[in-house]
DNA sequence: CTGAAAGCGCTTACAG
DNA sequence: CTGAAAGCGCTTACAG
């Protein structure tokens, strides 16, 4: 019915072989039979089937991504990037939500495996002990974005958390502020939560600032957990006039928090974000964060990735350079007015 | 290196047509050799491998997911959607990013075919005859999402634009007010732009109101164009007290305009916009929308495409019910303060 | 420049 | 209950 390899080469009087050869540009044939085949394929309406390829070649220029969470801002731009750099090096992918569930992640290794992926993007996630056991001898590259190792056999890309936070904070101490806090996200996250507390808390020792726990809110990254952690912030402790929080989903709750209760950003309360998602120009007055440069983290990510597996070696790791977006929720406090 | 069937075969002492009935729950076989086999499966960490099965029995379990655009909350929650409910059927989902753009459509389309997919979910795009002269010969089911065609071999799941706007003006109406106009996406879009208008038109004309040309402004959907479309409005006419926005995106855009020109929401100008993606929820104040039930539309056309996959027919369309979410950007003028 | 043949790792009648 | 063998649609030495 639908025609193969072989019905072509017998339309065109020529071998299987011959066809394979002209269909992946290889040498070895006239002209002529060039345009013989051609023609047969075109008659037929032949494609080929890239399954009996990948059987053969064991290649399926495919990649799986695996993301706790699919449906927000941060993961699908990361998705863009990544799809669009991979599609342009002729790769699919195969996108698996795992819910920040393990036995997902597990399952869905599994199919990966079985589907013989040619390589393995893990996003925000940390690479567990049973992950690892998992791909060890699945023997295909594996590079993490937005999240970090020691394990050497695989690299990750993202922005330096610590040293992103030191930076938010010393902008806000730049500003002439004095009284900050801070609004983390999950309390203990190895990537995004501890590194991001621990920059806060760098730049205040810096300058000469102490480190208050009660000055520390956690929530969990997300819009609804802003505004709790706001709250919180100004029961535990008076006199704040700066808030670094760790993502622009909770600086955006948090400043919802304010507006309900009649408090004023920047003039009373300034604020500034983490990740410069799109959301961060859209509200108002419009957020001043951090900007992590999400298709290019997927970018990046997709690159040294396709690397991996079309020279067989490992890249090194690679920290994409971050900086801060001025924007309208930070007070200048060295201005007098 | 790896093991296969024949590996396991060997070490169990069985054939490999014993192995792969045991592998795929077949009957035929003693418990004594079952448990033979199983073991030397774990004891060499056999796996599949699915690509050989694919070429055998002609089935991927894989679906394709054509996108106009990845990165933005709409496409996302669809994705979500769309590929929790394949994966619940074991099936895997290839995304592709088009960019709304021809070209590369036809480009996935082609390497969709060779990777062999089980079928294809158009997502926001119409058919063009080119698209569909290549699905032609492809044979495999394709459905469309947030989309629609009149052509029956394809079926769609979607929201009733039309009656959605139409519901959107008569909630503004029902409110008091009389003043109304239109910030509808793309001009002449046929799917989400068009019918958006029309459903609004009628709602004005069933309330005895007129439709004024003057009182349409057309954006592109995004954020960037709702401010614009506002701006011309208030220059085109006088005395607009409520707009109905085609996107949650323009109405946002709306209200940073209003809110930068000191026009209050909702004391002077009313805002209800459309879609609500969470960015509704996240703004101050709360935007009143109409909700598209995202999740939901990504998996009901995954589960109508897998359907259609499995069973080799073909299903009716689906229009889902949509609602509006009331919330604190529509003004009630039936009500003396 | 070209073809016959083995093989990629499975599944599935068919025969016993 | 079990196995030998053909076949899925390709690629790739090998030989000429």
């Known amino acids: 019915m639908i025609p193969t390899i072989r019905d072509v080469a017998k339309k065109a009087n020529v071998s299987v072989a011959t066809v394979s050869r002209i269909l992946n540009?290889?040498?070895?044939?006239?002209?002529k039979t060039k345009q013989k085949v051609l023609s047969a394929?075109?008659?037929?309406?032949?494609?080929?089937?890239?399954?009996a390829r990948s059987l053969n070649i064991r290649r399926t220029q495919t990649i799986g991504v695996l993301f706790p969470?699919?449906?927000?801002?941060?993961?699908?731009?990361?998705l863009h990037g990544i799809e669009e750099y991979a599609h342009?090096?002729?790769?699919?992918?195969?996108?698996?939500?795992?819910?920040?569930?393990?036995?997902?992640?597990?399952?869905?290794?599994?199919v990966l495996r079985e589907k013989q992926v040619d390589g393995l993007l893990f996003v925000s996630e940390t690479l567990q002990e049973e992950?690892?056991?998992?791909?060890?001898p699945m023997r295909v590259p594996v590079v993490l974005v937005a999240s970090e190792t020691d394990d050497p056999r695989y690299p990750f890309v993202k922005v330096d958390d610590r040293k992103a936070a030191y930076d938010a904070a010393c902008y806000l101490i730049g500003k002439g502020h004095t009284e900050l806090a801070m609004i983390s996200g999950t309390r203990g996250d190895p990537i995004a939560g501890t590194p991001r507390v621990e920059g806060y808390r760098q730049a205040l020792l810096a300058h000469g600032l102490s480190f208050r726990e009660e000055r520390v809110a956690y929530?969990?990254?997300?819009?609804?957990?802003?505004?709790?952690?706001?709250?919180?912030?100004?029961?535990?402790s008076k006199g704040i006039t700066a808030v670094f929080a760790a993502s622009?989903?909770?600086?955006?709750?948090?400043?919802?928090?304010?507006?309900r209760h009649g408090i004023h950003v920047p003039e009373e309360l300034s604020i500034i974000g983490y990740d410069n998602i799109r959301l961060a120009g859209m509200i108002h007055p419009p957020l001043t964060t951090v900007n992590q440069p999400l298709l290019e983290l997927g970018q990046?990510?997709?690159?040294?990735?396709?690397?991996?597996?079309?020279?067989?070696?490992?890249?090194?790791s690679r920290m994409i350079p971050h900086h801060i977006v001025e924007r309208q929720t930070v007070r200048d406090m060295t201005i007098r007015i």
Chains 1, 2 share one sequence.
């Open 69 to 78: 969470a699919v449906s927000n801002e941060f993961s699908s731009a990361l």
């Open 300 to 316: 990046t990510a997709a690159g040294k990735l396709i690397t991996m597996i079309e020279t067989g070696s490992t890249v090194p």
């Open 88 to 110: 342009s090096c002729n790769y699919s992918v195969l996108v698996c939500n795992t819910s920040v569930d393990g036995n997902r992640t597990m399952r869905y290794l599994q």
């Open 248 to 259: 622009d989903e909770m600086a955006v709750g948090a400043m919802n928090y304010a507006s």
């Open 41 to 51: 394929i075109e008659e037929m309406g032949y494609h080929p089937n890239a399954v």
């Open 219 to 236: 929530g969990d990254f997300f819009y609804e957990s802003g505004a709790a952690a706001l709250e919180t912030l100004l029961k535990q």
């Open 131 to 136: 992950y690892i056991k998992a791909l060890e």
């Open 25 to 31: 540009g290889l040498t070895g044939y006239s002209d």
